[in-house]
């Protein structure tokens, strides 16, 4: 499901990811979320989240998201992505939450530039209340609360907030990729094309329509993109 703003909802982590995932999360370590916050987002930060030297769940747990995204397509024909952040875990309990701010355009050494911030969602909505996740632009504000195991991947130039968590525990994965298409205007231009060159090609893999549409994302692509 794709929203406004270039935003996309989907499923990534199956049910059993899911329980395997909050199984590790109820016996692991967290400290003070701040820790990996810069600038101003120090000042609005307000979580926990496992220590990046944890070597004992971390370690797993970053191995299920990656595995997860292996699978998933979206991160190769519609996202383009090409480098991405550490994963990050982190909570809100009652009382936290994460004031209004905008991501670091540099992230880690060597760093990786945030184009888009991906957050996947690990508890289910109804055992907690407040926490969504909110995306800002001049069109107003769009909130974000999904099923367990579905991820919201959005572009980093929006300011964003996570309401503050009224009760219960909020729990989620967040990590930020590098494009290879910087500009999510475009990345949606390729993958329309694509999707229509599916569609096409369905028809008649060898015919005009199939061919030209291919020849259009394969330049565009070839125009955009940095390797």
Known sequence: M????????????TPDAVQHVQFLLSNAPFTDGRATATDAAKAVKNNLQIDLS??????????????????????????????????????CETGMGYGKHVDSPLMGNPPVRTDLAMTVFLDDPSTYEGGELVICSGDGEVSYKPAAGEAVV???QYL????????????????WFQCSVRSAEQR????DIKRAHAQAAAVDPQGEQAQLLLQAWSNLLRMWAEV
Do not use: M, W
Not at 2 to 13: I, K, N, T
Not at 63 to 79: A, C, K, P, Y
């Open 54 to 91: 944890n070597q004992t769940v971390l370690p797993q747990l970053q191995q299920i998201i990656g595995n997860s995204l292996v699978g998933e397509s979206r991160f190769h024909d519609t996202f383009y992505a090409s480098r991405a952040y550490q994963f990050l875990f982190s909570k």
């Open 2 to 13: 794709s929203h406004s703003l270039h935003v996309h909802q989907f499923r990534l982590l």
């Open 188 to 191: 949606q231009i390729l993958a």
């Open 160 to 175: 964003h907030y996570v309401k503050e968590v009224t009760k219960g525990v909020r729990r989620v994965c967040v990590t």
């Open 154 to 156: 959005y572009p980093c």
